[in-house]
């Protein structure tokens, strides 16, 4: 007789539900809270969305911690920034003995098994290099392991979803970047970038690449968001997609509503469920198939949640809700951690 699974994937007793799900957030925001606003997430926080204790509450045991470059940095500051973020993550990790720096699945795998959070890095902005593959290679070396080529900002050698000014493919140079990456074992990450520089990006790279946190661009037509033939074709390059949170992301009445979410007085009810979020993952599923697909929540990096979410604590929906549309302990598993865990 099977023992009793419990909503987490735990099992009583016996080996029936295997180890726990491990829970691998493909990007949160939260490391420039830690830098710029100065707080502790080893302790609970009033606000935001993640912290050590509402990452235990929720289940999530891991989690890529984005090494965020904003736009306002350039030449001689933006590599200096990532650094110091990279900086502050290192500082949890040193003094806090139950979050623990990860770079590879086994990694990740030990620490969920000793009961502690996984910490792991990947830079946002692909100027934080200020075009020099040395420090590429440095912030590789320091524990990062994806960059997305570009922010809502465009740079030297790719080109951004949201940068009418450097909204085209790659350069002689965005290659070697990419090639620079494949060799190094770093994932290469296309949430943000424009189509054309996805497209060239696809055709260089030699092994499987990743959208850290980007939705579907068939059910809300948003720049940010992939289409059915980016999706396929990660899913052919063996790549993962993470499925982003953002409301604005999800829903276009929302987004013609708000905007890019950045005016705050929301009104409930036009905030879309958490029913929108599974039609996004369902539908990535749909096209790419079950090991393709991954989330990003973007927590920390975006105004509001699908309701009635609130923040890392309310997680345990998603794997009930994925349950309750039909699939599987073990595709839960993959989308939950499982597909992003096989890249590392
Ligand atoms: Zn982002």
């Known amino acids: 007789m099977a023992a009793p699974i419990l909503s987490e994937g735990f099992t009583l007793g016996l080996p029936v539900g295997l180890a726990p799900r491990i829970f691998l957030d493909g990007h949160i925001d939260t490391a420039q809270r830690m830098l710029d606003d100065k707080v502790d997430i080893s302790a609970r926080l009033p606000d935001g969305h993640v912290d050590i204790p509402r990452m235990k509450e929720g289940g999530l045991s891991a989690a890529f911690f984005s090494i965020w470059v904003d736009n306002t940095y350039g030449p001689g500051t933006a590599y200096r920034r990532a650094n110091a973020l990279i900086d502050t993550v290192q500082r949890l990790v040193d003094t806090h003995s139950d979050v623990e720096l990860a770079i590879t699945a086994a990694e990740v795998r030990s620490i969920v098994g000793r009961g502690h959070t996984a910490a792991l890095m990947g830079v946002e902005g692909g100027h934080a290099i200020e075009n020099s593959l040395d420090k590429l290679e440095a ?108 409301p604005v992301f999800l829903d276009e009445h929302f987004c013609a509503q708000y905007g890019d979410g950045t005016v705050r007085n929301f009104v409930d009810a036009d905030i879309p469920g958490i029913d929108r979020l599974f039609d996004h993952i369902e539908h990535a599923v749909q096209v790419m198939g079950i090991d393709h697909v991954g989330l990003g929540s973007d927590f920390d990096g975006i105004s509001v949640l699908p309701r009635p979410m609130k923040d890392a604590t309310s997680l345990p929906l998603i794997g009930r809700g994925l349950e309750a549309r039909g699939f599987s302990d073990s595709d839960v598993r993959k989308i939950l951690g499982e597909n992003f865990l096989r890249l590392l």
Do not use: K
Request: hydrophobic share 40%; aromatic share 8%; with cysteine.
């Open 139 to 246: 912030l590789f070396g320091r524990g990062a392991r994806y960059m997305t080529l570009t922010w809502n900002n465009g740079n030297d050698w790719a080109g951004s979803s949201l940068d009418p000014q450097r909204s085209g493919g790659l350069t002689g140079f965005g290659r070697d970047v990419i090639q620079r990456m494949n060799a190094l074992g770093m994932l290469v990450d296309l949430s943000h970038t424009s189509d054309a520089t996805f497209q060239d990006a696809m055709a260089v790279t030699t092994r499987p690449v990743i959208a850290s946190h980007s939705s579907c661009r068939a059910l809300a037509s948003h720049p940010r968001n992939l289409t059915d033939a980016q999706l396929e074709a990660l899913a052919r390059n063996g790549g993962v997609v993470g499925v982003n949170f953002f």
